[in-house]
């Protein structure tokens, strides 16, 4: 029943036993295979065990994203574990462990993004390094800086220490003190490996080093009662320049020492129309030739690439390719406008709003909260900013049940005796409400209102205070920054996390194995695509061939492509077109 919507190859990929590299062009099924591969799993799971299966993503949005499949195919998903490897990380292995490791034992604190990038800024500055110097932040297994330059090592050597000083670890810390907690205490390999019979690897493409290592001890000690499936296609790996690595079969086979590992493949593409996947074709690294067979393969397809608005004209024209599209009956949320850069999301965001009044938007990438995740506050607010809604019952019964086990770590008490399952708590949640209308005051209102009913003072748990300061700062601080102009009302706030519907405006990173039957992409300009990291780091070409290449494969049907003019560097100079993207020899439509 679970398998009758896949293909023969894709059954085949979620019935085989062991371990699995599953590599597959875009579209090919890899996402569906995935759900499908953990809802297969979860029959041979006992509901009362303490076991359960994993399904690592790239982003947060795409571990969302399998509750709510899971969800949809009436899964019940409470033995699956889905996030991002920095969350796995965290919650597996760093919270329970961190006393085994001396750097840890005294505490610690998640490092906001906000805040680690200010402390970056400041150091950079002081070491004559200009903003856009790409330093590399990853660390080597052996705990050495995976950055060979001096004075990019001088300032990682600083940010460490303020670190330190302060108690605070950043991503990458945390990745690298958990492979030494896993190296250091065999015990917690065993421990790991007891708990989890499969682990899902999406984007293995993307991922760093220090996954690999991480994931394979664990498989590994497990002697073959746990299981890998890494999925992923590299051809999309965009994540180069920034410590991604696309291990080969041989490489995966070493991590996993004498453990055997299958390489299986899905061929046909199901998402696009032959057209575009002729069209981004053109930006293969690994030539192959790729077969539409989706219900809209033969489908007319629309595609055009501009070069000459300028940057002045550059709303209107994407807000006439949105109204093309709506006009010939695509759904708001099937289209996305992909910004070359995050922080130009709130700009043309708010732009394309003045132009359209008619049309929604979904710009959810763009909260006024933290991005620390992992902060209690930020937690428990998705809770007070969500409505209890049967689509997202799951996703938010699992934000609830972290909710509990952190208010147990740092207060080492249970809450009151009415409030100890998570659906008295989410009863309670959605039974608090406030007079107040600034996002702000209404969070601290209802914060304290549940602190008051599930009987915690916070005021005796340092940590609780301090990371309640941490996430108003970062919220009061976007709320100040002209740049960010995000509405301070508790309805905007609100917006941001209701289930958004409206035309996508997002990064190609934030949109990672997602699928729009238009996709418009502006900013296609050397320094954007390639990004300056790319190009002062090696191969530039590759760099940009693979984000055209992700970039182009999202779209089902009409592709729009602007290279904008009018654009420059800090210094003034012109942006010029992605090279990639000049004399390109394809019949472009117009519209
Ligand atoms: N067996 C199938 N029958 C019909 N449609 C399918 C089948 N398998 C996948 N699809 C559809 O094809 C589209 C692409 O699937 P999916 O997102 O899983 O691809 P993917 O390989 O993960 O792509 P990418 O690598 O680009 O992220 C989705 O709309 C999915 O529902």
Redesign the pocket.
């Known amino acids: 029943m679970i398998l009758d919507?896949?293909?023969d190859q894709?059954k085949h990929a979620v019935v085989k036993d062991g371990n699995v590299l599953l590599t597959?062009c875009?579209?090919?099924?890899?996402?569906?295979?995935i759900i499908h591969k953990l809802a297969y799993a979860l029959k041979n799971i006992d509901a009362d065990s303490k076991q359960r299966i994993v399904a690592l993503t790239f982003t947060v949005r795409a571990s969302e994203e399998i509750y709510r499949r899971l969800n949809a195919m009436g899964i019940n998903s409470k033995r699956v574990w889905s996030g991002t490897l920095h969350s796995f990380c965290l919650e597996w292995i760093i919270k329970p462990y961190s006393c085994y490791l001396p750097e840890l034992e005294n505490g610690f604190l998640i490092a906001d993004e906000t805040y680690v990038s200010d402390i970056i800024s400041e150091l950079k500055e002081k070491h004559k390094l200009k903003p856009i110097d790409p330093i590399n932040f990853r660390f080597n297994r052996d705990g050495t800086f995976a950055e060979p330059k001096t004075v990019q090592k001088r300032v990682l050597k600083e940010f460490h220490e303020r670190l330190q000083a302060e108690k605070l670890i950043d991503f990458e810390l945390l990745l690298y003190y958990s492979y030494k907690l896993l190296t250091q205490h065999p015990k917690i390999k065993k421990t790991l490996s007891n708990i989890f019979s499969l682990i899902c690897v999406d984007e293995y493409q993307d991922t760093q080093d220090l996954l690999y290592a991480i994931i394979s001890s664990i498989i590994t000690t497990g002697e073959g009662s746990s299981n890998l499936f890494l999925v992923g296609?590299t051809d999309?790996a965009i994540y180069a320049s920034r410590g991604g690595v696309a291990k080969s079969l041989e490489e995966i086979q070493d991590e996993l020492n004498t453990l055997p590992i299958e390489q299986l493949t899905l061929t046909g593409n199901?998402?696009s129309t032959q057209r575009i996947i002729d069209f981004y074709s053109i930006f293969q690294t690994n030539p192959i030739t790729i077969e539409a067979i989706?219900a809209n393969k033969d489908a007319n397809s629309i595609i055009t690439y501009n070069n000459t608005v300028d940057k002045g004209h550059l709303v209107e024209e994407i807000a006439l390719l949105i109204e093309h599209s709506l006009d010939n009956g695509i759904p708001e949320d099937e289209i996305c406008v992909l910004v070359p850069q995050w922080w130009l999301i709130t700009t043309i965001t708010k732009q394309l709003r003045a132009k359209l009044p008619d049309v929604n938007f979904d710009a959810s990438g763009l909260a006024p909260m933290s991005k620390n995740r992992n902060n209690i506050w930020y937690k428990l607010s998705r809770l007070f900013l969500t409505l209890p809604k049967p689509k997202i019952y799951s996703l938010r019964y699992k934000w609830c049940t972290e909710v509990i086990e952190n208010f147990k770590e740092h207060t080492n008490t249970d809450f009151k005796e009415e409030y100890q399952t998570e659906r008295s708590v989410l009863r309670l949640i959605n039974s608090i409400t406030s007079n107040e209308t600034e996002g702000m005051d209404y969070l601290n209102d209802c914060f304290d209102q549940f602190l008051d009913a599930v009987g915690i003072d916070q005021t005796i748990y340092e940590q609780l205070l301090i990371n309640r300061k941490t996430f108003f700062d970062v919220i009061k601080s976007r709320l100040e920054d002209p740049t960010f102009q995000v509405p301070s009302d508790i309805e905007s706030f609100m917006s941001f996390y209701r289930e958004m519907s409206g035309v996508v405006i997002n990064t190609c990173v934030g949109v990672k194995?997602e699928?729009f039957e238009t996709v418009i992409a502006y900013g296609l300009l050397k320094g954007y695509v390639p990004h300056w990291n790319d190009i002062f780091n090696e191969d530039p070409v590759t760099a940009s061939k693979k984000l055209l290449y992700v970039i182009c494969?999202r779209a089902k049907t009409n592709l729009h492509l602007i290279s904008e003019t009018g654009r420059q560097t800090k210094a003034g100079n012109p942006l010029e077109i992605t090279p990639e993207l000049q004399g390109l020899e394809f019949e472009f439509d117009e519209i």
């Open positions: 919507t896949l293909s894709q597959a875009p579209g090919s099924g890899k996402t569906r295979v296609d999309q199901y998402r989706g194995g699928e494969s």
